[in-house]
């Protein structure tokens, strides 16, 4: 079975940074995609970055680009989400998500079949 575990989130200060990661197990094949969302309270869902494992492509929504970076290491099976110059509106549990085969519509929730626990991401002003 798939299992996805996230970890790193935390408390920190407006401007600064934080690191999540995400390990991944089960896969069969290395054609998979990771996803990260988040949901802040009494929002919905939503779709901060992606990436496929196979060719290392990437997305970002916009409120993230140039100040988030999703990368991946193969030989730890984990994917990280470096987030710089944080943000009170990042504050959001942060879910990663897992999909057997490379993501084509990365903020559709709908498009990946396992989810991991979340991992609470609060930045103070």
């Known amino acids: 079975d798939v299992q996805l575990q996230a970890s790193g989130g935390g408390l920190v200060q407006a401007g600064g940074s934080l690191r999540l990661s995400c390990v991944a197990s089960g896969f069969a094949y290395d054609d998979y995609a990771i996803g990260w969302f988040r949901q802040a309270p009494g929002k919905e869902r939503e779709g901060v970055s992606s990436?496929?494992?196979?060719?290392?492509?990437?997305y970002y929504a916009d409120s993230v680009n140039g100040r988030f970076i999703i990368s991946n290491d193969n030989a730890k099976n984990t994917v990280y989400l470096q987030m710089n110059s944080l943000k009170p509106e990042d504050t959001a549990i942060y879910y990663c998500a897992g999909r057997v085969a490379p993501i084509v519509r990365p903020w559709q929730v709908y498009e990946y079949d396992y989810w991991g626990q979340g991992t609470q991401v609060t930045v103070s002003s």
């Open positions: 990436i496929n494992n196979s060719d290392g492509s990437t």
